[in-house]
């Protein structure tokens, strides 16, 4: 059966897509079983931490630990896979649109390229992450705050 050029393309987006959404399955179930860092239960910690990482600051050993677990959860290779099944799903819809049209005559309308909103979403994504990846030679770098000493005593366990 010849489904012609469009047709193809659907069903290559189909298939791609099956694989990034077990892939994006996969790294969430992976982070999911992590023990998540304690700074990171914190409402805008990791802006605040990567800021600091960025403009090469001085940070406490627990903010380089955090900013360690965020520049190594955005290098890895399944965290693309998130805005990989983002763009795909946009390019199914407008491939899957122009095949229907292809088979049943008409033109392309706005409502055929609405595929491309998620398509551009998903390369915004795609760059942030390539942003926070790029920050592994800051960690390197940065200075660690040595912890002040207190003059409280430590609680008992």
Not at 4 to 24: K, Q, R
Not at 100 to 118: A, E, Q
Not at 143 to 156: I, N, R, Y
Request: proline share 6%; charged share 20%.
């Amino acid at each position: 059966m010849n489904l012609g050029e469009w047709g193809d393309l659907t069903i290559v987006a189909a298939v791609m897509e099956i694989v990034f959404a077990t892939c994006v399955f996969v790294y969430i179930s992976r982070l999911e079983k992590r023990r998540s860092h304690p700074l990171g239960e914190r409402v805008g910690a990791h802006k605040s931490v990567l800021a600091k990482l960025r403009k090469r600051e001085p940070m406490s050993q627990e903010e380089v630990d955090y900013a360690t677990e965020l520049v190594a959860d955005a290098r890895s290779p399944l965290a693309y896979a998130i805005p990989a099944a983002l763009f795909t799903i946009g390019f199914f819809y407008v491939v899957g649109c122009l095949f229907m049209l292809h088979i049943d005559g008409g033109h392309p309308s706005f409502r055929t390229f609405i595929g491309g909103i998620p398509m551009l979403t998903s390369m915004n994504i795609a760059a942030q992450l390539r942003r926070v990846a790029g920050l592994k030679g800051n960690l390197q770098d940065v200075s660690v705050l040595e912890p002040e000493p207190s003059d409280e005593l430590a609680p008992a366990r």
